[in-house]
């Protein structure tokens, strides 16, 4: 499962999904699919900004209406994240991805990976600091909006 995160899109794989999805953006008529095709480029890349960028494009294809690409796109997002070393981020999306399907072990395997990513780097306390942070805001947000009804 490691080669899933150290994996390099080829240059030209990348250069002509680009060409696609720029093409179709002059259009104004990007499908989703050359989206993701493109953004699935991105996360793979060797540069950090080019991640960057692809995270951004998945993320707006998961938030559009339809749920035929929002599966990968977890998949991808949780890849991307723990590509640029965003952990806590990169575990939130495997453990949504698992709440959907918890016996995937291709999702499994990505999750363990990037757990022993996190021990090699010592940052798992700060995943586990991060899911309280998240966990205490969201309690307080639900908090907030229970009292606001009442």
């Known amino acids: 499962m490691e080669d899933v995160l150290d994996e390099v899109v080829s240059s030209e794989d990348l250069k002509k999904f680009e060409r696609v999805y720029h093409e179709q953006l002059h259009a104004s008529n990007v499908t989703q699919n050359a989206q993701f095709e493109y953004a699935w480029c991105l996360v793979r890349s060797k540069y950090s900004a080019d991640i960057r960028k692809g995270i951004i ?67 798992v306390g700060m995943a586990v600091a991060g899911g309280v942070i998240i966990g205490l805001a969201s309690i307080l947000g639900l908090g907030i909006a229970m009292a606001k009804k009442g």
Do not use: W
């Open 57 to 123: 494009l998945l993320e707006d294809l998961f938030n559009k209406e339809g749920e035929a690409l929002k599966r990968d796109c977890i998949y991808y997002l949780a890849i991307g994240n723990a590509r640029i070393k965003e952990y806590t981020k990169a575990l939130s999306y495997v453990r949504a991805f698992l709440q959907i399907e918890p016996g995937n072990q291709q999702v499994q395997h990505l999750e363990t990976t990037i757990k022993k990513k996190m021990e090699k780097e010592g940052l």
